[in-house]
């Protein structure tokens, strides 16, 4: 069976420089952990990726395959933005998952900011 090659389009950057936004991509309910890529391509579920990733003050990038877990398309609803759910790859044997946490470990630990109007 040949190997899917992945094209330009499946090859994202992904530079997160703080921790509300990390905290806020971060999707700790899927198994090996992933994270939220705003873009208006289009993707399928399911669907390969390579991330680029540079956490916070990271000197470099960090390579993770993934899959598409979810897909919010442009124009949906409650205003949300458009992008993709990333799940990280098995290969990765949760590392990113781990820096993550240890990077927002404090924000975990406390309930998301509420809002009132």
């Known amino acids: 069976m040949k190997k ?25 309910f899927l198994k090996r952990g992933g994270l939220f890529f705003p873009t208006d391509k289009k993707y399928e579920l399911g669907e390969e ?3 680029k990733l ?33 799940h990280f790859n098995e290969m990765d044997n949760g590392k990113t998952r781990e820096r993550i946490e240890q ?6 630990k406390s309930e998301k900011p509420t809002y009132t109007m």
């Open 4 to 28: 899917p090659t992945l094209g330009a389009k499946n090859m994202l950057t992904l530079h997160v420089k703080d921790e509300l936004t990390l905290y806020n991509s971060y999707l700790p």
């Open 49 to 51: 990726v390579f991330l």
């Open 54 to 86: 540079t956490l916070l003050n990271d000197e470099g990038t960090t390579p993770v395959a993934g899959k598409v877990a979810w897909i919010n398309p442009k124009g949906a609803p409650g205003g949300r933005p458009a992008g993709i759910g990333v």
């Open 103 to 108: 990077a927002i470990v404090a924000m975990l």
